[in-house]
């Protein structure tokens, strides 16, 4: 059995005396939770049962609300306070989509800030913009489009955001009843390359071992990984194995920062002085 972690404060660990890593590049938790009040004010009931009682939009883990499961305490992650907007953000005025070549010059950006789209719409070649159509017009235009399709020439994709695995489950029986086996996803595609090399290096495309694991493990290895950015949960993990004695070293070309130390917003210690977490880099 893996140690447990000691919960009393431990300096030797901490990234700076500097509270909350003010002047730091990685990150001021803080004002990530007040920038996200500021910018659902509108809707902050909302937000907080989305938050309170959603799924985290950033990590795999799973979180019921903001009580994670896996360890004990407390799970809130900065890309969830980024993306919260996404869900509570008002439908757009209609009307801005009636002549689209007026928001060409707007970034991707601007364009999602604009809001949500209220209902279906549809644009048809040589119109200007799109015109409102009832979902029975636009259930009907894709039933009818699929039927006179040939199944091998129809594709179906599917985006990773928001997207649970029943739904991709869902979704690919859905794909083989209509009688086509071209599924792929965003998920596929962005692991892919990982999936390889484990594949190829230890024989299995995916882990083999918990994130458990890590904690007094005598060495944790990352090879060209900055989880800090890319699964930012893992970082909670970091902690409690530094807490227990782990030594982590990181294969990298570039040093990252969020690799050398860390200002974990769900632990009160390390969202106060951060967290050291690479002894060494190669």
Same mark, same amino acid.
Request: hydrophobic share 35%; glycine share 8%.
């Given at each position: 059995?893996?140690?447990?972690?000691?919960?009393?404060?431990?300096?030797?660990?901490?990234?700076? $005396?500097?509270?909350?890593?003010?002047?730091?590049q990685?990150?001021?938790?803080?004002?990530?939770?007040?920038?996200?009040?500021?910018?659902?004010?509108?809707?902050?009931?909302?937000?907080?049962?989305? %938050?309170?009682?959603? +799924?985290?939009?950033?990590?795999?883990?799973?979180?019921? /609300?903001?009580?994670?499961?896996?360890?004990?305490?407390?799970?809130?992650?900065?890309?969830?306070?980024? %993306? %919260?907007?996404?869900?509570?953000? &008002?439908?757009?005025?209609?009307?801005?989509?009636?002549d689209?070549?007026?928001?060409?010059?707007?970034?991707?950006?601007?364009?999602?800030?604009?809001?949500r789209?209220?209902?279906p719409?549809?644009? *048809?070649?040589?119109?200007?913009?799109? =015109?409102?159509?009832? !979902?029975?017009? &636009?259930?009907?235009?894709? @039933?009818? =489009?699929?039927?006179?399709?040939?199944?091998?020439?129809?594709?179906?994709? %599917? #985006?990773?955001?928001?997207?649970?695995?029943?739904?991709?489950?869902?979704?690919?029986?859905?794909?083989?009843a209509? /009688?086509?086996?071209?599924?792929?996803? &965003? &998920? =596929?595609?962005?692991?892919?390359? @990982?999936?390889?090399?484990?594949k190829?290096?230890?024989?299995?495309?995916?882990?083999?071992?918990?994130?458990?694991?890590?904690?007094g493990?005598?060495?944790? +290895?990352?090879?060209?990984s900055?989880?800090?950015?890319?699964?930012p949960?893992?970082?909670?993990?970091?902690? !409690?194995?530094?807490?227990?004695?782990?030594?982590?070293?990181?294969?990298? #070309?570039?040093r990252?920062?969020?690799?050398? =130390?860390? $200002?974990?917003?769900?632990?009160?210690?390390?969202?106060?002085?951060?967290?050291?977490?690479?002894? *060494?880099?190669?």
């Amino acid at each position: 059995m893996l140690p447990k972690p000691n919960k009393i404060w431990n300096p030797k660990i901490w990234a700076s $005396w500097k509270p909350f890593g003010i002047g730091e590049q990685y990150p001021n938790n803080y004002w990530e939770l007040i920038r996200a009040g500021i910018e659902n004010l509108d809707q902050l009931p909302y937000a907080w049962e989305i %938050l309170n009682k959603g +799924v985290c939009d950033g990590c795999s883990l799973g979180t019921t /609300g903001m009580k994670d499961w896996t360890l004990d305490g407390f799970h809130l992650c900065n890309v969830r306070l980024r %993306l %919260l907007r996404l869900n509570t953000m &008002a439908a757009f005025n209609p009307e801005i989509l009636a002549d689209v070549s007026q928001l060409q010059n707007r970034s991707s950006g601007e364009l999602r800030e604009m809001g949500r789209l209220p209902y279906p719409m549809r644009r *048809d070649k040589g119109d200007k913009g799109f =015109r409102r159509i009832s !979902w029975d017009e &636009a259930m009907g235009v894709i @039933s009818d =489009r699929l039927k006179t399709t040939d199944p091998d020439r129809t594709g179906f994709y %599917l #985006t990773s955001r928001g997207t649970v695995n029943e739904t991709y489950y869902v979704a690919q029986k859905a794909a083989r009843a209509i /009688g086509t086996n071209n599924v792929d996803n &965003a &998920a =596929r595609i962005c692991h892919s390359p @990982s999936t390889g090399a484990l594949k190829t290096t230890i024989g299995a495309a995916a882990t083999t071992c918990s994130y458990k694991d890590w904690i007094g493990t005598d060495l944790l +290895v990352f090879i060209g990984s900055n989880v800090a950015n890319n699964q930012p949960v893992t970082v909670k993990y970091l902690h !409690w194995a530094k807490k227990a004695g782990t030594k982590i070293v990181v294969i990298n #070309t570039y040093r990252e920062p969020g690799m050398e =130390r860390y $200002w974990v917003p769900s632990i009160p210690e390390s969202a106060l002085f951060g967290t050291k977490f690479a002894e *060494d880099f190669f």
